[in-house]
């Protein structure tokens, strides 16, 4: 597709179960950005890829919540043993991470996580 | 402290009254500022970036504009259909020149009441 694409779309979990968060960054671009927005506030940023280099993890809230990127394009968000804190939009973005001109950076519509 | 401060929170206009939002922000190095929009239960969409003050962007309705501590997003003559949150965001400059994470203001929720 043309934009970045997440899914779900809509979770629904038990508290203490895991859950996984997909995104599809739009083809070609290397950096992708996972944040969070919890209702009423703003994004909250979680990690961040460029390419090969190491992630930028330090905005992930606990050692229970993980990302990874497969071959330099697809990423998942997994978080592990839910709590109800968690329920949030979870936002993907995509850019081609290399200098001003490639800095637009796209977001996908989301996946609201609903932790009960 | 707040990085990114957003205001007003919450902006009402009739339709054809034209308004600004402001973004203030404090950052060691500013690689560019983002305006995006959202509407209820969408991503945010991509408006503009400004990367150096004096610079100023236009598209339809919308005008952004950026000084060393802040941007203004001017909205001309609104219409209902611009009813949205407008959010805020900056990126710093990294280690190395590196491309790093934007830092959002909590948005202002503009509504154009016809």
Known sequence: ?116 | EDQVTQSPEALRLQEGESSSLNCSYTVSGLRGLFWYRQDPGKGPEFLFTLYSAGEEKEKERLKATLTKKESFLHITAPKPEDSATYLCAVQEVGWGGSQGNLIFGKGTKLSVKP
């Open chain 1, 1 to 116: 597709g043309a934009g970045v694409s997440q899914s779900p779309s809509n979770k629904v979990t038990e508290k203490g179960k895991d859950v996984e968060l997909r995104c599809d960054p739009i083809s070609g671009h290397t950096a992708l950005y996972w944040y969070r927005q919890s209702l009423g506030q703003g994004l909250e940023f979680l990690i961040y890829f460029q390419g090969n280099s190491a992630p930028d993890k330090s905005g992930l809230p606990s050692d229970r919540f993980s990302a990874e990127r497969t071959g330099g394009s697809v990423s998942t968000l997994t978080i592990q043993r839910t709590q109800q804190e968690d329920s949030a939009v979870y936002l993907c973005a995509s850019s081609l991470g290399t200098g001003f001109s490639g800095n637009t950076i796209y977001f996908g519509e989301g996946s609201w996580l609903t932790v009960v």
